[in-house]
């Protein structure tokens, strides 16, 4: 992690002004600890309007259909994993970074294929001998 700056890739590279972060108390089970330090961090990050990222990106990251994601195009990251609070910041941005990196993975379009003749010519040959194996088990051979 470098001061100043979330590094996606080596292109991209977020300034620390654009992320929010917000110290809550965790929550669930942790003793005494966690009903009086904050050490939850809520980190968000405004994708719509963010200039550091390229506009494909930003396209791909808001067409995912996350939860996380606000109807105002701001990504929420809860952070809770650990016991302090700097652990917990380093996980939310980090787990921001592995969001934004998926966004710069382009899926190959998917190619439409045919069955070839053997594999139709299989199925239909085991559809016919399944057929005959049960109208075998129904016959009134036993009368």
Same mark, same amino acid.
């Given at each position: 992690?470098?001061?100043?700056?979330?590094?996606?890739?080596? =292109?991209?590279?977020?300034?620390?002004?654009?992320?929010?972060?917000?110290?809550?108390?965790? +929550?669930?089970?942790?003793?005494? $600890? %966690? $009903? #009086? %330090?904050? +050490?939850?961090?809520?980190?968000?990050? *405004?994708?719509?309007?963010?200039? +550091?990222?390229?506009? &494909?990106?930003?396209? =791909?990251?808001?067409?995912?259909? @996350?939860?996380?994601?606000?109807? @105002?195009?701001?990504?929420?990251? @809860?952070?809770?994993?650990?016991? &302090?609070?700097?652990?917990?910041?380093?996980?939310? =941005?980090?787990?921001?970074?592995?969001?934004?990196?998926?966004?710069?993975? %382009?899926?190959?379009?998917?190619?439409? &294929? #045919?069955?070839?003749?053997?594999?139709?010519?299989?199925?239909? *040959? *085991? #559809?016919?001998?399944?057929?005959q194996l049960k109208r075998g088990r129904s016959s009134n051979q036993? @009368?």
């Open positions: 992690m470098s001061a100043g700056f979330l590094i996606i890739n080596s =292109r991209i590279r977020i300034p620390d002004d654009e992320l929010v972060e917000r110290f809550v108390r965790a +929550s669930g089970a942790g003793g005494q $600890n %966690v $009903n #009086k %330090v904050s +050490s939850a961090v809520e980190l968000r990050f *405004d994708v719509l309007n963010s200039p +550091s990222l390229p506009q &494909t990106l930003r396209e =791909r990251v808001l067409a995912r259909r @996350d939860r996380r994601l606000t109807g @105002d195009g701001v990504l929420v990251i @809860d952070a809770q994993r650990f016991r &302090t609070q700097e652990r917990n910041r380093e996980d939310a =941005r980090e787990r921001l970074a592995a969001i934004l990196r998926e966004g710069l993975v %382009v899926q190959a379009p998917r190619i439409a &294929t #045919k069955p070839t003749r053997a594999s139709q010519r299989r199925r239909v *040959d *085991d #559809k016919r001998s399944r057929s036993w @009368d």
